[in-house]
C-alpha cells in the first residue's frame, strides 16, 4: 500500500481517452500537463513522499497487531469453547421424527435437487417459527367472532431479517411462508484466504430497524463462528440490541455456538442440530445447484 506514485511523463491512455472521449486537442492536454499538473507534483506531492510512506508502514504495522491480536482472541474462545457445555441461549429444533425425516433427506447426497429444496425450505419454515418464540409479547384482549373476550398476546415491535450471502438467502423461501412481508436487508462476509479473517464486502440493511423490533440473522451453516461474529457485530454497531437478535442456522459447530454467545450474551441461536466444527459450507450448493 503507498499513497505516492511516481507519475510518468506522459500517459498514453489518458492522452486517447481526454481526445476521443472528451474531446480535447493534444495542444491543450500538453499544455496542461507541463504546465499544471506535473509542477503541482513535483512542488507539493513529492517532497511528501518520505513521510507518506512513514505514515504507512505505522498504519500497516498497527494492522498487523491488530490482526495478530484478533486470531489470538480466536483461538482462545475457541479453546474455552471446546470445554464448555453448549450454551443455554442455544434453542435446538426438537428432534421429532419429523424433523429428523427431513434432515435424512437433506443430507442425504443422492436426492434430488428438487427433494431437497422442498424438504430444507419446510425445515427453514420450521425454524423459523422456532426463532419467533423468542419474541417480546404484550398481554391484549381481543373480542372473539361471538362476542367473547379472549386474553391473549400480541408481538412487541416489528420483525426484520438479515441474510448472510450467499447461502443464507435459501432460507428466505421459508422466511415468506412464515412472515410474507418481513423486512429484509442483506451482508456478505468473505474469509480473507491470506490470513483467515472474515471480511465485510456488503451490507444493506432494513432502512426502518427501531430500538423495539427484532431482527432475525439467517445463515444455513455456521463452523468456527468467525463470519457470524462479524454479522451480528454489523447489527451492534447499528444500533440493534443484542437481546433482539436471534440468529436462525440449520447446523452449526459447538466451537462456533459457544464463541458466538460467549462474546454476545444476550444473542440467542436457533439451529436443528450441532454438527461437527470446522465442516465446509454445501448447503448453497446443493440448494442453487452451483
Not at 14 to 23: F, L, M, T, Y
Request: a positive charge; proline letters at 5%; charged letters at 25%.
Amino acid at each position: 500500500m503507498s499513497l505516492v506514485h511516481d507519475v510518468p511523463d506522459w500517459n498514453i491512455k489518458q492522452v486517447i481517452r481526454d481526445v476521443r472521449e472528451r474531446g480535447r486537442d493534444l495542444d491543450g492536454i500538453m499544455k496542461q500537463w507541463f504546465n499544471y499538473v506535473k509542477p503541482n507534483f513535483e512542488r507539493y506531492v513529492d517532497p511528501q513522499r518520505k513521510h507518506a510512506d512513514m505514515v504507512v508502514k505505522h498504519i500497516q504495522q498497527i494492522l498487523i497487531e491488530k490482526s495478530k491480536k484478533h486470531r489470538a482472541d480466536l483461538e482462545r474462545l475457541g479453546r474455552e469453547a471446546m470445554d464448555e457445555p453448549l450454551s443455554e441461549n442455544v434453542l435446538l429444533l426438537p428432534q421429532t421424527p419429523q424433523t429428523v425425516g427431513m434432515s435424512t433427506i437433506i443430507q442425504d447426497a443422492e436426492q434430488t435437487q428438487e427433494d431437497f429444496i422442498f424438504y430444507f425450505d419446510r425445515l427453514a419454515a420450521l425454524l423459523i417459527e422456532r426463532a419467533l418464540d423468542n419474541l417480546d409479547f404484550r398481554a391484549a384482549q381481543v373480542e372473539t367472532p361471538k362476542g367473547h373476550p379472549y386474553d391473549g398476546l400480541l408481538p412487541v415491535g416489528g420483525i426484520n431479517a438479515v441474510v448472510v450471502l450467499r447461502a443464507g438467502a435459501a432460507m428466505e423461501s421459508g422466511l415468506r411462508r412464515v412472515i410474507p412481508d418481513c423486512r429484509t436487508g442483506r451482508i456478505l462476509i468473505r474469509t480473507n484466504h491470506r490470513h483467515g479473517e472474515p471480511e465485510l464486502h456488503y451490507c444493506k440493511l432494513p432502512t426502518t430497524i427501531r430500538q423495539q423490533d427484532h431482527m432475525l440473522m439467517l445463515d444455513p451453516q455456521m463452523s468456527s463462528g468467525g463470519a457470524a461474529l462479524m454479522a451480528v457485530r454489523v447489527l451492534v454497531d447499528h444500533g440493534v440490541p443484542e437481546r433482539k437478535i436471534v440468529f436462525v442456522t440449520y447446523f452449526a459447530g459447538k466451537m462456533g455456538l459457544n464463541r458466538l454467545c460467549k462474546v454476545f450474551p444476550g444473542l440467542r441461536v436457533v439451529a436443528v442440530r450441532v454438527t461437527e466444527d470446522h465442516e465446509k459450507r454445501w448447503v448453497a450448493r446443493r440448494y442453487f445447484g452451483c
